[in-house]
């Protein structure tokens, strides 16, 4: 049973149950109550009641056999009625009077009743419209020659004083105001109850997929699937971080481990040449590959220590670039290119701020401005733009550019493309890879396209919130 009530598909369908439910009950509790037939009766009226009472007690001949002029003038027209529900001072009772009698039979609190009557002439002897506006109102009990008798009055009322009675009812406007407002409330409970949890969830499960792989994701004690799904995260970002912990410990440890041959291969063909005295083309060609090798593992080397050693800090846009472009900016000299960088001013007045893994975001910049800088004829720009929410970085070169098939590939590891990018450039295809996993792992998105004349533009967005 504990089980069934904790299922969330339960909870939700006897909560939108109950509401309908509770919604119905008190909606109909008050329409009765804006109801002019049969509300409460006024004190007025039950005043006038307990008068006409008394003197039907002192002076039954007051009403019997039929009501004397100045009492119904004084009271309004009386109705007495027996056990056997038969009117005894009457031996017609109108079928209003007959309706209201049958609704209201038990002996409390006396009701009252707003009505139209449709009999007798519509206007009166001068040409005024007849008042045909009647109120009933009663019981009460009344003991004559020691028999009880249930005691009803009818009288006529002015427009007016009916328009001031039904005042007193419960307006039709609070039916919906009352059903509106209790029914958006328990909905709030229920939503409240089921969206609080989730928000928390994919708070946490958002600063998980940027790499927080140390978030607490929160615990709920409730055995519904909210509850049961906590605990799936929880478990499942555990056996992340520990497989996301042993692969990068087994690429440090295989790195490690190829430096050692690489190593000795170095020292055989430093030996070899020695003893030679002369190299051939294919010792050549072992030597190129070592030297591709090296710079593959010394890549894995660089990337592992960058992923292990990593951690978020607040820093300034321009703390990051300023050292990179300077960078770029020589390198680009030395081969003879020039680098332009490109800053709005509001980025260097406003102090633009960034939560990032510095060494990674550094790493990724650079490789993508080096790459730029390899295949451009003369020029590089990096370009920067930004709104409210986002950070926007261009880097574009004058090169050959790329065919349109193979953009999305130049981001795979060991990628090259056979026109630009082959084995004698000196490229080991690791570069961009390195790029596009660090920009993934600040939350952000890398794309490659080729330029409106010419070359390569690669952009990196990155969220600034």
Not at 218 to 239: A, H, K
Request: glycine share 6%; hydrophobic share 40%; proline share 5%.
């Amino acid at each position: 049973m504990n089980r069934l009530v904790n299922n969330l598909f339960v909870k939700i369908f006897l909560t939108f149950w109950g509401i309908l439910v509770i919604t119905a009950v008190i909606t109909i509790g008050l329409i009765k109550l804006t109801n002019t037939e049969n509300m409460e009766a006024p004190d007025w009226a039950v005043r006038t009641l307990h008068n006409a009472a008394k003197r039907i007690e002192g002076d039954p001949l007051s009403i019997t056999p039929r009501p004397s002029r100045e009492f119904q003038r004084r009271f309004g027209r009386p109705f007495l009625i027996n056990e056997q529900g038969v009117s005894i001072n009457t031996p017609k009772v109108p079928r209003h009077m007959r309706r209201f009698i049958a609704t209201n039979d038990q002996i409390g609190v006396p009701k009252l009743s707003i009505i139209e009557h449709r009999g007798g002439e519509p206007r009166g002897e001068n040409g005024e419209p007849r008042n045909n506006q009647l109120i009933l109102f009663g019981p009460i009990s009344v003991e004559i020659s020691g028999q009880d008798y249930l005691f009803y009055l009818e009288r006529p009322v002015s427009p007016t004083s009916a328009a001031s009675l039904r005042r007193l009812a419960v307006a039709p406007e609070l039916i919906w105001g009352v059903a509106i407002i209790l029914s958006i409330g328990l909905c709030m409970l229920l939503t409240r109850h089921l969206v609080r949890p989730l928000k928390q969830l994919q708070s946490a499960a958002n600063q998980v997929s940027l790499g927080h792989l140390d978030t607490p994701l929160p615990e709920f004690s409730r055995g519904d699937e909210i509850g049961r799904l906590s605990g799936s995260l929880n478990r499942m970002v555990v056996t992340l971080h520990q497989a996301i912990e042993n692969q990068r410990r087994l690429l440090s440890d295989i790195s490690h481990e190829l430096r050692s041959p690489l190593t000795r291969l170095n020292m055989a063909l430093a030996l070899h040449k020695k003893r030679q005295g002369e190299t051939t083309s294919e010792v050549q060609r072992i030597e190129r590959e070592a030297q591709r090798l090296e710079q593959m593992i010394a890549a894995l080397l660089s990337l592992s220590r960058m992923q292990i050693n990593a951690q978020q800090q607040h820093l300034k846009l321009e703390e990051l670039l300023n050292p990179l472009t300077s960078d770029c900016q020589f390198e680009a000299e030395q081969l003879g290119k020039q680098f332009f960088a490109h800053y709005p001013k509001a980025i260097g007045s406003q102090g633009i701020e960034l939560v990032a893994y510095p060494e990674l975001l550094s790493s990724a910049i650079e490789n993508i401005c080096r790459n730029a800088l390899k295949y451009a004829e003369s020029t590089v720009r990096l370009t920067l733009e930004h709104n409210e929410f986002e950070l926007s970085l261009t880097v574009s070169d004058d090169g050959p550019g790329l065919p349109s098939h193979e953009l999305e590939n130049i981001f795979r590891p060991f990628y090259r493309s056979n026109e630009a990018r082959d084995r004698d450039s000196g490229g080991v295809g690791l570069g961009l890879a390195i790029a596009e996993s660090a920009i993934r792992q600040h939350g952000g998105q890398i794309a490659a396209s080729n330029g409106e004349d010419k070359g390569l533009e690669v952009t990196i967005r990155l969220p600034l919130k």
